[in-house]
T-cell receptor
Framework: EAGVTQFPSHSVIEKGQTVTLRCDPI?????LYWYRRVMGKEIKFLLH????????ESGMPNNRFLAERTGGTYSTLKVQPAELEDSGVYFC??????????????FGQGTRLTVV | DAKTTQPTSMDCAEGRAANLPCNHS???????VYWYRQIHSQGPQYIIH???NNETNEMASLIITEDRKSSTLILPHATLRDTAVYYC?????????????FGKGTRLHILP
């Protein structure tokens, strides 16, 4: 069974440009999370989807970030326009909902975003 | 989620048991203890979790004190590949505010 996959693995863009990150969760996982790790800092929660609905987006840094999960399958995280401080590694995770097995979250390998 | 306290870093000799402590003195009755680790350049990886009983799986053992205010993750025979940052997290799985909150973790160095 495939794990959580993220694309691209690396992205280098100029300040002011737009970047879209994609996450494919494990099949059947209704919970999908986005996290970010900025250099030297802790891994920070961004938002949580349950199927296609945003359950919690309290960690989104500002309105330059837009996350979508149309159809409740894969998710995209768009940064527009990108700023230098957006550089970091963006992780996606997925998990089952309650009552359908283990509740641990599985993480993807991350997308390393560099804004220059 | 309740806060946890972990040492900043630890060293362990290869082949020996690595014991990583975690304090969670404000843990609630319905909160579980989870451990994750992040190996350099990879995504966080689930290790183990428990509520109050000790748990063991193919990766590690989790020892939770009777009062549940602290726990220890044990890697029985540490290898160089176990060098990583280890995170102790307490959460209510699938609770209303279900998200994993990462702290600073413990940076474990396995020494050859």
């Amino acid at each position: 069974e495939a794990g959580v996959t993220q694309f691209p693995s690396h992205s280098v863009i100029e300040k002011g440009q737009t970047v879209t990150l994609r996450c494919d969760p494990i099949s059947g996982h209704d919970n999908l999370y986005w996290y970010r790790r900025v250099m030297g800092k802790e891994i920070k929660f961004l938002l949580h989807f349950v199927k296609e609905s945003k359950q919690d987006e309290s960690g989104m840094p500002n309105n330059r970030f837009l996350a979508e999960r149309t159809g409740g399958t894969y998710s995209t995280l768009k940064v527009q326009p990108a700023e230098l401080e957006d550089s970091g590694v963006y992780f996606c995770a997925s998990s089952q909902v309650r009552g359908r097995g283990n509740t641990e979250a599985f993480f993807g390998q991350g997308t390393r975003l560099t804004v220059v | 989620d309740a806060k946890t306290t972990q040492p900043t870093s630890m060293d362990c000799a290869e082949g020996r048991a690595a014991n990583l402590p975690c304090n969670h003195s404000t843990i609630s009755g319905n909160e579980y203890v989870y451990w994750y680790r992040q190996i350099h350049s990879q995504g966080p990886q689930y290790i183990i979790h428990g509520l109050k009983n000790n748990e063991t799986n193919e990766m590690a053992s989790l020892i939770i004190t009777e009062d549940r205010k602290s726990s220890t993750l044990i890697l029985p025979h540490a290898t160089l590949r176990d060098t990583a940052v280890y995170y102790c997290i307490v959460r209510v799985p699938q609770g209303g505010d279900d998200k994993i909150i990462f702290g600073k973790g413990t940076r474990l160095h396995i020494l050859p």
